[in-house]
């Protein structure tokens, strides 16, 4: 969404103050991986490790066509005051609109 910005959680102060201590990170061999303070153990983890990317939002069997509409600002705050997902009942309404008035061809 343009103009959303996602707030870290991370305390980003402890965080460089760690990275810039040389104590060890702790470890705990029963549920880590490897351990962190061991050069050879990190590189031979992540040389192994394989980048999962979650994947976004699945494609609709019928994509939407983008447009440029011009409504009536009472139509458009009318919709908008039913919050996210607005324009999708928008398209709902017109849709059914369409089907209780069919086209009547020449």
Do not use: C
């Not at 990190?42 to 409504?71: C, D, N, Q, Y």
């Not at 919709?79 to 609109?97: P, V, Y």
């Amino acid at each position: 969404m343009p103009g959303s910005k996602k707030v870290s959680k991370s305390d980003w102060e402890q965080v460089k103050k760690d990275a810039a201590s040389d104590s060890p990170i702790a470890y705990d061999p029963d549920t880590d991986l490897y351990d962190p303070n061991d050069a050879v153990q990190v590189a031979a983890f992540f040389s192994g490790a394989k980048v999962v990317r979650k994947p976004g939002r699945p494609k609709a069997e019928v994509t939407k066509v983008p447009v440029a509409i011009r409504l009536s600002p009472d139509v458009v705050e009318y919709f908008k005051s039913t919050g996210t997902g607005w324009q999708s009942r928008i398209d709902t309404a017109l849709h059914e609109w369409m089907l209780g008035h069919p086209l009547k061809r020449a």
